[in-house]
């Protein structure tokens, strides 16, 4: 907790998330930091669900396929569609990782302290 607001903007600032430390000068805190440039940890669950949908959409492509190919040649049965299935077990992991996690960041002084 930071009590004087104006020693707080003086000194050169570190966000922190877990081992992760980033500094910043008083300039840059001042003015705004972007994380959208930076390595954070939402960035990286998003490229997780986007790595997540992309499977997903390749997986319904080839079912797609398979079902065109697969028309009016008798091969298809009533029995329980795996790639349906595989397909909604893809769907299932993308809400999974899409679920809003909570990031603790905190700004500590960097140097002495007057």
């Known amino acids: 907790m930071v009590e004087d607001a104006t020693t707080f903007r003086s000194k050169e600032k570190v966000l922190h998330d877990l081992s992760k430390a980033l500094q910043f000068s008083p300039e840059a805190l001042e003015s705004g930091i972007n994380l959208a440039d930076y390595g954070t940890p939402m960035f990286h669950q998003a490229q997780r669900v986007s790595w997540l949908v992309r499977d997903r959409d390749e997986a319904h492509y ?6 065109v190919r697969n028309a009016n040649t008798g091969l298809q ?21 899409a ?4 990031h603790v960041f905190t700004l500590s002084l960097i140097g002495a302290q007057p």
């Open 62 to 67: 080839i079912h797609l396929r398979m079902r």
């Open 77 to 97: 049965t009533g029995g329980p569609d795996v790639m349906q299935a595989f397909e909604d077990s893809l769907e299932d992991s993308i809400y999974a990782e």
């Open 99 to 102: 679920v809003p996690k909570a």
